[in-house]
Every structure is written in structure tokens, then in C-alpha cells.
């Protein structure tokens, strides 16, 4: 493991072999066996003390996620936060987790929810914990056991919290960490029969992959794919707002995030403007050590993905604004505002870096026009003072998270996933823990035998 802002390395960490991963399937079903079997209440607490077991080392985690991915501290502090969460209402989860009673003739009828038995979660690099934890934690609480196979470049906080888990308390063997490659220990685990569904968050060409090997054996499987998602501002917006905003959308965590608004869509009479505002707003946003507290924008997660950004834009290319990154050792690559056609494979394809592209519209229909045009659609903002207009938008962008006058897209009590070839399946809110379940019908003959019911 490298640190992506010194270039040092951290550490290395062994990769899980074939038969280390189907030694581990067969210790996850032993454990699922005896998690499923305990009571509800037992279980939530301790899930809960898993929780409180994060919570106590926040701190260490956090130090973990900016030495591998190179996370502001600010930010990594609120990751370790979040898992912590994430557990806690994944807890409070277990004793709702009801069926239900549906009418019929002639007797009772009713659905269980049962755990599948062991889930392989596959974690990406841009935001290692929480996307863990986001898999983990609901299929825990509903029965299950987990194989947790983060990303070769990220695997320390992952690792971290599966020793946590065994400290609260956890069974061995019902939530364990398997390093490795995608290509070696991803596949492996995608393929063993032995695990009943895959939760995958990564790119869409692996997603792809992911999943026709999960329809081989007929095999569950929930994607979290890429995006390239649109900021729509309207000219009766508050412009202000809107430009002070519109950086954190598309340059927190560098730009990884499935999330960025990295198209920004601005109505052509305040076009102008909103650029004049959005130059200042994007040099504000300090790239640098992401160690001090008062950085807001770290270095790319790695050589590689510096690679792929200059693949798209090199630090030379003519720019509309561009911010400023340290020089020297470390993965820098700095804010970048480009001014390019609609159909330009910047404009349209997932950068994953900070890099933004700002196009004019002319009327609503332009801007859903253009907010379409792109096979991914994971989520999008809507900037506007008009009410009818923001829901007429949000019902017209095709894309599974919509915020108004807001970037905010993602929290683990609302459901979160994309359409198109932004993903498959949802994860969060409230129906997290019942997408790690089969739902069984059992019907019960009430009748009696001497008065059997009377049919009309
Ligand atoms: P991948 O989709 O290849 O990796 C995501 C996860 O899948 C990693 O844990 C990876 O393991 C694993 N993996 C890779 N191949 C397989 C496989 N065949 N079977 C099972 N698991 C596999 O993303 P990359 O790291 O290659 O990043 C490339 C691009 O993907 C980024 O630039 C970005 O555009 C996009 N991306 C999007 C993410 C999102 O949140 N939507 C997250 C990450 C990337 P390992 O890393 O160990 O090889």
C-alpha cells in the first residue's frame, strides 16, 4: 500500500488465494448458521456494540483512510463516523424486520424474511469505508454473513474493521476481509457457489462482468456503477449559491465519487456570471496536505488513476479555470473547469477526477435534454428558485438521486442507487436489511375438517 500524497509505501498485505477464499466461505456458512439462529435482540446488540466499538477508534480509522487513499482528515473522520452509523441503524433494523399476513380463504398465510447465507461484498478505493459498510452492515443485521473483498490499493481500514467486529463480540468467521486482487481473490469469490449474492460498487465494464458471472448460477447481485452526473443551474436560481456550491459537487474526495456533478449545466443568460462567480469559489477549495484539517481536496488515490485523468485532460490542456496542486511527490492533479462541446468524450465519459465541464442550455427541454445524454444515471442537482419547475425536473432527469438547490445525495436512512448503466438494485434506507433476504410464503389450512369452508 502506497501513500498517494508522499508516494511512501505503508505497507504490503497478502492476497487471498482460491482455496483461501473457499476456506473462507466454509467458515462464513459455520458462522451464518449460528448468527441466524440467535435472537433478534441479541443480535441488534451486538451490532450496536459493533457500532460503539467504531466509534471508539474513529480516530485510528480515520488516520488509516487518509494514509491509503489520501482523504482529507476532515473527511476521513466523518467516514469512520459514518460506518459507525451505518451499524446503528443497520441495528435497529433486526427486530423490524417483519413479515407479513396476507388474506386468504380457508386458512392463514404468511411471508418470512430469511437470510441469504454468506454475501460477498466489493468494495472500490474512492470511498473504502463507507462503501464497505454500506454492503456489510444491513446483510449482517438481516442474518447473513459477510466476505468482504476491498480494493487492492485500500484494503487497511477494511481489515481494521473486521478485527473491530471480533472485539464487539462478532462470531469468527461471520464478517471476514479478504484482500487480493479483482482479477484473483474478486472473481474467485464472485464465482463460488457458496456465496449467495454479490453487492459490487466499482466501474461499469467490471460491473458488467460482475454480473453475467452471477447469471451463470442464477446468483443475486446488486451494482453501484459510475456516473456523470449533471448540476442544472436555471437563470432564476440563486446564482450565488449555486457557484459557491457547485465545487464541493464535483471536487470532494478528488473528484471519486460516483456522485460528482461533473457536467454543470448553466442557462445561457447567466452563463457568463455563474463562471465569473465559480472561479474563486474553485480556488477556495485548497488542495494540499491532506493531514491539515484545513485541506479541502487531497491527491488522486493512486499513479494509475493520475494516468487515466491525464488521459483525459493533460495539466496542459486549455482550461476555463484551473485550481492549483502541490508539486513534487504525491498523486496531485488540480481542480480543472473545462469548456467543451456536449459531445465531447470529456463531457460524457466518468473522469473520476476533479475535473468538470461546463455546458449553456437554453430552456427546460434543453436541460433535460442535455441532463440525458449520457448512458449513466446515478444522481444530478437542480438549481432553482421555482418549485413546479425543480419537481418537473426531478421527474424528468433519469437518475435514481435528485437534490434541489443541494448536492446532498447519499444518506444510509434514504435508498441510493442509479439507473442505466449507473447500477442495478438499491442499498441504504429503509429497504437495506430486506435485500439481503428470500421472502418465503407459508400457507396454514385452518379449516376444520367436520365444517370445511363454504365456497360461493
Ligand atoms: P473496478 O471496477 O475494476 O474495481 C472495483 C472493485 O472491483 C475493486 O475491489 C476491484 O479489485 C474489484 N474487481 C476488479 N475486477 C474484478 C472482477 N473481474 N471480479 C470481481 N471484482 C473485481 O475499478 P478500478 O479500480 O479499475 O477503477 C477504474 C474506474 O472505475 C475509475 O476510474 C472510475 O471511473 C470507476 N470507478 C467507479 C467507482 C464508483 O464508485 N462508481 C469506484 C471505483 C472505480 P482490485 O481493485 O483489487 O482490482
Not at 437534490?403 to 436512512?413: K, P
Request: charged share 20%.
Amino acid at each position: 500500500m502506497v501513500n498517494p500524497a508522499t508516494e511512501e509505501l505503508i505497507t504490503t498485505v497478502p492476497a487471498t488465494s482460491a482455496a483461501g477464499v473457499d476456506a473462507a466461505v466454509r467458515r462464513a456458512a459455520a458462522a451464518q448458521a449460528r448468527w441466524a439462529a440467535l435472537a433478534p435482540g441479541d443480535r441488534a446488540r451486538l451490532l450496536r456494540r459493533f457500532a460503539t466499538t467504531v466509534d471508539a477508534h474513529r480516530e485510528e480509522l480515520a488516520q488509516l483512510e487518509v494514509a491509503e487513499a489520501g482523504h482529507p482528515v476532515g473527511n476521513a473522520r466523518w467516514e469512520a463516523g459514518n460506518v459507525r452509523d451505518l451499524l446503528d441503524y443497520a441495528a435497529g433494523g433486526v427486530e423490524r424486520l417483519t413479515g407479513q399476513q396476507i388474506p386468504v380463504s380457508g386458512g392463514v398465510n404468511l411471508t418470512f424474511r430469511e437470510p441469504l447465507g454468506t454475501v460477498a461484498v466489493i468494495a472500490p478505493w474512492n470511498f473504502p469505508m463507507p462503501v464497505a459498510a454500506w454492503g456489510t452492515a444491513p446483510a449482517l443485521a438481516a442474518g447473513n454473513a459477510v466476505l468482504l473483498k476491498p480494493a487492492e490499493t485500500t484494503p487497511l481500514t477494511a481489515l481494521r474493521l473486521a478485527g473491530l467486529a471480533l472485539a464487539a463480540g462478532l462470531p469468527e468467521g461471520l464478517f471476514q476481509v479478504l484482500p487480493g486482487s479483482g482479477a484473483g481473490t474478486g472473481r474467485a469469490l464472485v464465482d463460488h457457489p457458496g456465496v449467495a449474492k454479490v453487492v459490487f460498487t466499482g466501474s461499469t465494464a467490471t460491473g458488467r462482468e460482475v454480473m453475467a458471472r452471477c447469471a451463470a448460477q442464477i446468483k443475486a447481485v446488486t451494482l453501484e456503477l459510475g456516473g456523470k452526473s449533471p448540476n442544472i443551474v436555471f437563470a432564476d436560481a440563486d446564482i450565488e449559491r449555486a457557484a459557491a456550491a457547485a465545487p464541493g459537487s464535483f471536487l470532494d474526495n478528488t473528484g471519486q465519487d460516483c456522485c460528482a456533478r461533473s457536467r454543470i449545466l448553466v442557462q445561457r443568460q447567466v452563463y457568463d456570471r455563474f463562471l465569473e462567480l465559480l472561479e474563486p469559489a474553485v480556488h477556495a477549495f485548497t488542495c494540499g496536505d491532506p493531514t491539515d484539517p484545513g485541506t479541502a481536496m487531497g491527491p488522486l488515490v493512486s499513479a494509475a488513476q493520475r494516468t487515466r485523468v491525464r488521459g483525459y485532460v493533460p495539466e496542459d490542456a486549455p482550461a476555463a479555470i484551473r485550481g492549483t496542486a502541490p508539486k513534487g511527490k504525491g498523486y496531485w492533479y488540480p481542480a480543472t473547469v473545462l469548456e467543451r462541446e456536449p459531445a465531447d468524450r470529456v463531457a460524457v465519459e466518468e473522469v473520476f477526477g476533479p475535473v468538470a465541464v461546463v455546458l449553456p442550455f437554453t430552456d427546460e427541454a434543453d436541460a433535460v435534454r442535455l441532463a440525458n445524454a449520457t448512458p449513466y444515471g446515478l444522481s444530478g442537482s437542480i438549481w432553482t428558485r421555482d418549485t413546479g419547475r425543480a419537481l418537473r425536473l426531478a421527474q424528468s432527469v433519469a437518475a435514481g438521486n435528485l437534490s434541489v438547490n443541494s448536492h446532498a445525495s447519499v444518506r444510509y436512512w434514504t435508498p441510493f442507487g442509479g439507473y442505466k448503466h449507473s447500477g442495478l438494485g438499491r442499498e441504504l434506507g429503509p429497504g437495506a436489511l430486506a435485500a439481503f433476504t428470500e421472502t418465503k410464503n407459508v400457507f396454514l389450512d385452518t379449516q376444520d375438517p367436520e365444517h370445511p369452508q363454504e365456497q360461493p
